[in-house]
Each structure stands twice: as C-alpha cells, then as structure tokens.
C-alpha cells in the first residue's frame, strides 16, 4: 500500500517548482542537483537548501531522498548541516529565505497545462 502524503505535504511537481526556481535564484545548472558527485561548494549549498525547504514543507526525508536519487541519510546529513551553516552564514540565511518564500507559489497547486 502507497503512502499518501501529508496534508499540505509537496508533490513531485512542486519539486519540480522548487528546483527550477533555485536554479533560477542560483544560476546553477538544476540537472547539477542531482548529481552524485559533491561538486563545488555552491551547488551542494543550494542542493542542502533544497532538501531543507522540501523537507520543511512536511516532505519526508525517504521522499526527499527518492526524488534526488539519495539516501535519507545524506538527506538528514545536509539538514543538518545547512541549518548549522545558517546559524553562522548571512548568504546561507538568504538562500533559505529565498527558497522559502519568492516564487513557491505552485506549492499544492495542480500544474497548469
């Protein structure tokens, strides 16, 4: 039996909506994201963010894991380390606030056509 999301929980499209946008804010290429490499210093900041953001928009950290192709360790592991880089890093604030609230207003929505 398939879990149903939460109430409110994000789809995969709204997934699809947040890593666009976070390409947009960033400039980083959005297939960059999803790469198994670490990669430089700003793409794993912005793919840390993402797992934030998906994950506080009631997402779980298996959700999270299965759409990027990760485990949900590395999914708590980068909680857990942007949150520790926000409480030390204004640019690491901004990005949260960005991904947070500019352009997220697909969230829960159906797509359009």
């Given at each position: 039996?398939?879990?149903?999301?939460?109430?409110?929980?994000p789809?995969?499209?709204?997934?699809?909506?947040?890593?666009?946008?976070?390409?947009?804010?960033?400039?980083?290429?959005?297939?960059?994201f999803?790469?198994?490499?670490?990669?430089?210093?700003?793409?794993?900041?912005?793919?840390?963010?993402?797992?934030?953001?998906?994950?506080?928009?009631?997402?779980?950290?298996?959700?999270?894991?299965?759409?990027?192709?990760?485990t949900?360790?590395?999914?708590?592991?980068?909680?857990?380390?942007?949150?520790?880089?926000?409480?030390?890093?204004?640019?690491?604030?901004?990005?949260?606030?960005?991904?947070?609230?500019?352009?997220?207003?697909?969230?829960?929505?159906?797509?359009?056509?």
């Open positions: 039996m398939r879990k149903l999301p939460l109430l409110g929980a789809l995969p499209h709204d997934f699809d909506a947040l890593v666009t946008r976070a390409s947009e804010l960033s400039g980083v290429p959005a297939e960059k999803f790469g198994k490499t670490r990669g430089e210093a700003r793409v794993a900041q912005w793919r840390m963010a993402l797992y934030h953001a998906m994950r506080h928009r009631g997402s779980t950290f298996a959700e999270i894991a299965s759409y990027f192709g990760r949900h360790g590395t999914i708590i592991h980068g909680c857990n380390s942007i949150s520790d880089q926000a409480d030390v890093s204004t640019l690491v604030q901004d990005i949260l606030t960005q991904l947070g609230s500019t352009g997220l207003e697909t969230i829960n929505k159906e797509p359009t056509q």
